[in-house]
């Protein structure tokens, strides 16, 4: 189920605001120029710094191109609390969204203030987010799909916020759905439907990420530099 021929396909789950633990995994599976790594969204809030992880973002964007961002619902939140369009921007502050304003140095005094304070390399960033990427067997997106749509007639909201809907059933789409958004205590496996990658680390778990050719899964602890590795042989 891999690419062989392509170089290697990476999926990264949520990083909220973690650079160093981001730092740590980067290294650890060390993409070629051949390789694509895809970032599955929830780069910001609760954790210490969301500015350094989008710094972080940006710089290995202009490293390897082929890098794809996906836009997670916090994205979504912080952009439409700044005036964008998104959804539920009223929320952002109370689900971590004070966090990432203060790694800007933002504080309640400016909130009104914080369109203009960002760096405009890390609105554009946010701006270009992209809700899926389908790259055959796999779909990946931040929170999965609505299991009784088909592709075509999936919503961006359904693939930014979906949780237990999605997460309980199967789905007809043809392709596994690679995801994060919800918590868990390591990768969720549902084959072939669908791959679970965030392993909550901004809560004390870890960030996963997977490569497909090999079906091996990379992990790193909160807190922790040190990167492990296991085969996942459902993935052979």
């Not at 689900?95 to 304003?101: D, E, I, K, L």
């Not at 504080?107 to 270009?128: K, M, T, Y």
């Amino acid at each position: 189920m891999g690419w062989r021929n392509d170089g290697r396909v990476f999926a990264i789950g949520d990083i909220h605001g973690c650079p160093q633990e981001l730092d740590a995994l980067l290294k650890g599976i060390d993409p070629g120029p051949a390789d694509t790594v895809i970032f599955v969204g929830d780069y910001v809030d609760r954790g210490p710094s969301a500015r350094d992880v989008i710094d972080r973002l940006i710089a290995f964007k202009q490293r390897h191109p082929a890098a794809i961002f996906l836009k997670g619902n916090h994205e979504d939140m912080m952009l439409h609390f700044l005036g964008m369009p998104g959804h539920y921007g009223d929320s952002f502050l109370f689900n971590g969204g004070f966090a990432t304003m203060m790694s800007y140095d933002i504080d309640e005094s400016r909130l009104d203030h914080a369109l203009e304070l960002l760096p405009p390399a890390h609105l554009e960033f946010l701006q270009r987010l992209e809700t899926s990427y389908l790259r055959p067997p796999y779909l990946f997106v931040h929170a999965g799909v609505h299991p009784l749509r088909s592709l075509e007639e999936q919503e961006a909201e359904d693939m930014l916020w979906i949780r237990q809907e999605f997460i309980a059933n199967p789905h007809d789409l043809g392709h596994t759905v690679i995801f994060g958004h919800t918590p868990m205590r390591d990768v969720l496996l549902d084959l072939p439907y669908k791959i679970g990658l965030d392993t909550g680390l901004v809560y004390g778990g870890r960030l996963s990420a997977l490569e497909f050719s090999e079906g091996r899964c990379f992990q790193v602890a909160r807190g922790s530099k040190k990167v492990s590795s296991h085969r996942i042989k459902a993935l052979r």
